[in-house]
Each structure stands twice: as structure tokens, then as C-alpha cells.
């Protein structure tokens, strides 16, 4: 089972808002440069949160393969990170002589990456990492540009780049021969350090905002900040999302007189799978004096929005010297077939000592 980061349920939250959920959430991760932090940004609002931190520095680019691993490159190193825990695995060693600015796997899964040159106003230079043995193999310099921060292949396999100084560029994977795309267009290193794909041909690029970038002309359009600086390197990534329970309050949330009598009290939710198909909702009772606990199935009291109501038997008793009542916690619990759990949601049934409050 996976769980979530507070960023992540936060940033669904927003996505919810706005009515763009069917399935995962496609969201943009990034990685700053000094500190290695990993960030999910909304590709909706331009807003992101901390996921973690990957406990790498000078980490300039990030990529994801078809089996959507992502890939980063620092210090001679490869390694993977994990997008939930941003915790990361090393994989070979791939010395690149100078520092790799830009990854991205080509749709045949090969890895591309520049490399700057070796003295500042060099040209970048094309080349290619073996993910397997770490073999670096050079395609070419990149003739009159020196300042490509940025590498992702368009889902019909053109090489887009992002020049600093120039903008938005082609590179000829074959022989690192690079077009721009707009020459009345240029480029800057506080604007773009990372760009990506999404999955419908949509191209972003982010440093301390998040941007769209018009394939054909170069143009820029601010999609929103806030939560991240400094990013290097972004994907667009399928977010698995776990099912969202909401609660209304218990009808009585109170119960009086405390005369032993066992009462009624309605629980009306709704439980919603984001990401497949919800497989258990459990509803359970914690009472405080360990007497009336339980767990049940709830699952088939969910009709076809989700809704439910249930009703639990509870005693409105408590003990004469407990000065602040006897208290129920009421929590429900949800899965989805993907392996997703809910974040579990409470509310509380009180037996009061008195009705003083």
C-alpha cells in the first residue's frame, strides 16, 4: 500500500476544486539544483509542494523512461528517485567528464543528455548514457549554442531543448544539429531550467514558475508559482491518487441523558475513488472505555455516487467522576483496487459529564 505526502493531498485538493480529476492526476515533478528537493507542481495551477528531500546536490536534470522511472544525473552518478518518498536508488556509474544540464529518454528508451562544455562560452554537447553499463557516448556539439539547459522528446520524437540565451530549439538526435524555433524569441536562465511533455503534446518548462511553451513559436505562458525554486529538472508523471472520504456530523453527536440507554446514531458519508475502483470501506468505532468497539464492512451500503448511511448503537452512559464524558471516535477507512488507501477521516459522539459545555 502507498501513502501520500501532505503536498500531494494538498495539491489534489486544488485539482478537485477545479473539476480535473477522472483518473491519476498527471502532475509535474521537479528537482531544485543545491539543495536536491523534489517538488510536485500542478500543471493546472503552478503550484507545488515539498515531496522530499533526495539527499543529492548539484542535481541539473531529470528524466523518466517507459516504464515511468525517473532518472537523475549528479557527480559521475546515475540514479533513480522514487516520486512518492523522493528517496533515491543508484544505478552506474556514468562519468560525463563535465556536469550533465539535461536528460531525456528517447520513445526507443535510449537516454539522452547534454553536457556542457569544458570552459564557459563552450558548446553544449549531444550525448548518450547506457543505462545498464554507464557508457557515454558523444553524438556532437551543438554548433553556436552554449547555453542548453533543458532536454524532452515531443510524443512524435522531435528533440526539443531550452537554450538560455536562445529560447526554444531542435536538436537532430542523429547529429546534434540544433534549430531554433523562434529567433525573435529568446531564452533565460531565470525563467526555464527544465521542460517536459504531457501526455497530449502540452510542453512545460519551470525554474521558480511553471510555464507553457507554444511548440511552434517559442512562446511562453505563465501557468502560476509558489512552493518551489530553483527547479532544474521536470516530467510529467501519473500521480496515483488514493480515494477521498468526506463525513457529515453524527445525528446526535451528542447523546443526554446519560441513563444507559443505547441510542441510535446516523453516519452519512461519501466515499469517492480517484485513481481504478474502490475494493473496502470500513467504518470503525473506538469507544473510550474499550466496551463498545467495533469494525464493519461498509462497502455495500455505497450506492452509485459514492453516498452512504449507516446507523451504529451506542450507550449514553459514562462514568460519574469522568469529568470531560465519555468520547466515540467514529472513523472510516477506504481502499481502491490499485492498492491506494484513504486517508481516514473522524468524527467524534460525546456522552457529556453535564450540559454546562
Same mark, same amino acid.
Given at each position: 500500500?502507498?501513502?501520500?505526502?501532505?503536498?500531494?493531498?494538498?495539491?489534489?485538493?486544488?485539482?478537485?476544486?477545479?473539476?480535473?480529476?477522472?483518473?491519476?492526476?498527471?502532475?509535474?515533478?521537479?528537482?531544485?539544483?543545491?539543495?536536491?528537493?523534489?517538488?510536485?507542481?500542478?500543471?493546472?495551477?503552478?503550484?507545488?509542494?515539498?515531496?522530499?528531500?533526495?539527499?543529492?546536490?548539484?542535481?541539473?536534470?531529470?528524466?523518466?523512461?517507459?516504464?515511468?522511472?525517473?532518472?537523475?544525473?549528479?557527480?559521475?552518478?546515475?540514479? @533513480? /528517485? !522514487? =516520486?512518492? %518518498? &523522493?528517496?533515491? +536508488? *543508484? #544505478?552506474?556509474?556514468?562519468?560525463? $567528464?563535465?556536469?550533465?544540464?539535461?536528460?531525456?529518454?528517447?520513445?526507443?528508451?535510449?537516454?539522452?543528455?547534454?553536457?556542457?562544455?569544458?570552459?564557459?562560452?563552450?558548446?553544449?554537447?549531444?550525448?548518450?548514457?547506457?543505462?545498464?553499463?554507464?557508457?557515454?557516448?558523444?553524438?556532437?556539439?551543438?554548433?553556436?549554442?552554449?547555453?542548453?539547459?533543458?532536454?524532452?522528446?515531443?510524443?512524435?520524437?522531435?528533440?526539443?531543448?531550452?537554450?538560455?540565451?536562445?529560447?526554444?530549439? @531542435? /536538436? !537532430? =538526435?542523429? %547529429? &546534434?544539429?540544433? +534549430? *531554433? #524555433?523562434?529567433?525573435?524569441?529568446? $531564452?533565460?536562465?531565470?525563467?526555464?531550467?527544465?521542460?517536459?511533455?504531457?501526455?497530449?503534446?502540452?510542453?512545460?518548462?519551470?525554474?521558480?514558475?511553471?510555464?507553457?511553451?507554444?511548440?511552434?513559436?517559442?512562446?511562453?505562458?505563465?501557468?502560476?508559482?509558489?512552493?518551489?525554486?530553483?527547479?532544474?529538472?521536470?516530467?510529467?508523471?501519473?500521480?496515483?491518487?488514493?480515494?477521498?472520504?468526506?463525513?457529515?456530523?453524527?445525528?446526535?453527536?451528542?447523546?443526554?441523558?446519560?441513563?444507559?440507554?443505547?441510542?441510535?446514531?446516523?453516519?452519512?458519508?461519501? #466515499?469517492?475513488?480517484?485513481?481504478?475502483?474502490?475494493?473496502?470501506?470500513?467504518?470503525?468505532?473506538?469507544?473510550?472505555?474499550?466496551?463498545?468497539?467495533?469494525?464493519?464492512?461498509?462497502?455495500?451500503?455505497?450506492?452509485?455516487?459514492?453516498?452512504?448511511?449507516?446507523?451504529?448503537?451506542?450507550?449514553?452512559?459514562?462514568?460519574?467522576?469522568?469529568?470531560?464524558?465519555?468520547?466515540?471516535?467514529?472513523?472510516?477507512?477506504?481502499?481502491?483496487?490499485?492498492?491506494?488507501?484513504?486517508?481516514?477521516?473522524?468524527?467524534?459522539?460525546?456522552?457529556?459529564?453535564?450540559?454546562?459545555?
Amino acid at each position: 500500500m502507498r501513502s501520500y505526502t501532505v503536498c500531494q493531498i494538498i495539491l489534489l485538493a486544488l485539482m478537485l476544486s477545479r473539476g480535473a480529476v477522472a483518473q491519476a492526476i498527471e502532475m509535474v515533478v521537479g528537482i531544485d539544483f543545491i539543495s536536491g528537493n523534489l517538488y510536485l507542481i500542478s500543471e493546472t495551477t503552478g503550484a507545488g509542494g515539498l515531496v522530499g528531500n533526495t539527499g543529492r546536490s548539484r542535481t541539473n536534470s531529470l528524466a523518466q523512461d517507459s516504464a515511468g522511472t525517473l532518472y537523475c544525473h549528479a557527480s559521475n552518478t546515475l540514479f @533513480t /528517485i !522514487d =516520486p512518492v %518518498t &523522493a528517496s533515491t +536508488t *543508484d #544505478v552506474v556509474t556514468a562519468s560525463t $567528464g563535465t556536469e550533465v544540464s539535461a536528460l531525456a529518454f528517447s520513445p526507443a528508451n535510449v537516454l539522452y543528455a547534454i553536457r556542457i562544455g569544458t570552459s564557459v562560452g563552450d558548446d553544449s554537447i549531444l550525448i548518450t548514457i547506457d543505462t545498464t553499463t554507464g557508457m557515454v557516448s558523444t553524438i556532437g556539439t551543438t554548433t553556436g549554442f552554449t547555453g542548453l539547459q533543458a532536454l524532452a522528446f515531443a510524443p512524435d520524437g522531435t528533440l526539443f531543448a531550452w537554450d538560455i540565451r536562445e529560447g526554444l530549439v @531542435t /536538436i !537532430d =538526435p542523429t %547529429t &546534434a544539429a540544433v +534549430t *531554433d #524555433v523562434n529567433a525573435s524569441v529568446g $531564452g533565460s536562465a531565470f525563467t526555464i531550467q527544465g521542460i517536459a511533455f504531457r501526455s497530449d503534446g502540452t510542453l512545460y518548462g519551470a525554474r521558480d514558475s511553471l510555464y507553457t511553451i507554444n511548440t511552434a513559436t517559442g512562446v511562453l505562458t505563465l501557468v502560476g508559482s509558489g512552493g518551489y525554486s530553483d527547479v532544474r529538472g521536470i516530467e510529467l508523471i501519473d500521480v496515483p491518487v488514493p480515494p477521498v472520504i468526506t463525513l457529515g456530523t453524527p445525528s446526535p453527536g451528542v447523546l443526554w441523558p446519560p441513563n444507559g440507554k443505547l441510542v441510535s446514531v446516523e453516519i452519512r458519508g461519501n #466515499v469517492v475513488a480517484i485513481d481504478g475502483e474502490l475494493d473496502e470501506v470500513w467504518l470503525q468505532v473506538d469507544d473510550e472505555y474499550y466496551e463498545y468497539d467495533s469494525l464493519t464492512e461498509t462497502t455495500s451500503l455505497l450506492d452509485g455516487n459514492g453516498d452512504f448511511s449507516t446507523t451504529v448503537w451506542l450507550p449514553a452512559s459514562r462514568n460519574r467522576s469522568d469529568k470531560d464524558g465519555r468520547t466515540y471516535v467514529i472513523t472510516v477507512y477506504a481502499s481502491d483496487d490499485m492498492g491506494n488507501d484513504a486517508e481516514p477521516v473522524e468524527v467524534t459522539v460525546v456522552v457529556p459529564h453535564d450540559q454546562r459545555g
